[in-house]
């Protein structure tokens, strides 16, 4: 049986090369990886011209990137270039739609475009998203994932994933708190990227800002004193 050949590079592709099929030709994943892309939500709908044109606009992306702050390995963000990455991908500030802190496969905290907060984390800082996890699993002694499931827009992929713990962990273990520091720090970074976003790319009104602080209340990340206080504040504006 005949080789295939990737698209782009040309390079011949044997049965255990890693390779991705779209439309009408296969792309291997170095080129892929080189573009900073790891995965295409729906490869079927590109072809080879698209496929390359996606490949050099990204690689552009690529080589612009230069990260201002990190949080391990997890994700990266360049500040002056309005770029983030997470695992093997980068995209632009404006990709970001949402993100969600799953533990167990439950929802413990959201945040992303139209939540995010104005001027950002008012109440306790990173103390205070940190108090609202531990605080909704308090009940449980055993913790077998806790993830950022990362929600895309206008981009090659729908959703990303940050994972903290993939393996059956004691609540009460430092491995577990280790994982609990490091999903905040990335909900930090986040956060700071949908607020530049609502800052730049939207107009908030103050029912919308009341709003956001009342969603942080339900999620018991603030109290009711912080809410009415905020409260206040938007409505003397």
Request: proline content about 1%; some cysteine; aromatic content about 8%.
């Amino acid at each position: 049986m005949a080789k295939k050949l990737c698209a782009v590079c040309e390079r011949k592709l044997g049965i255990l090369s890693r390779k991705i099929q779209i439309s009408d030709a296969v792309i291997c994943m170095n080129c892929l990886n080189s573009a900073g892309i790891s995965t295409l939500s729906n490869p079927m709908a590109y072809n080879q011209q698209s496929i390359a044109n996606l490949i050099n606009t990204r690689k552009i992306i690529v080589q612009k990137f230069k990260p201002t702050k990190f949080v391990g390995n997890y994700i990266s963000i360049d500040e002056n270039n309005k770029l983030f990455e997470i695992g093997q991908d980068i995209f632009t500030y404006e990709n970001l739609l949402s993100f969600e802190l799953l533990e167990d496969n439950q929802t413990v905290f959201k945040g992303g475009l139209g939540r995010a907060i104005a001027g950002g984390l008012f109440f306790g800082g990173i103390g205070a998203i940190i108090g609202g996890i531990t605080g909704k699993r308090r009940e449980k002694n055993i913790c077998h994932t806790m993830r950022l499931r990362v929600s895309l827009k206008n981009t090659y992929t729908d959703v990303v994933y940050i994972n903290f713990i993939t393996t059956r962990t004691k609540i009460r273990s430092f491995v577990y708190k280790s994982a609990t520091k490091n999903a905040q720090q990335c909900i930090t970074l986040l956060e700071t990227i949908s607020n530049y976003t609502n800052c730049t790319g939207q107009t908030t009104s103050v029912a919308d800002e009341i709003m956001k602080f009342k969603r942080l209340l339900d999620q018991k990340i603030i109290t009711q004193e912080e809410f009415d206080i905020k409260k206040q504040e938007l409505l003397k504006l």
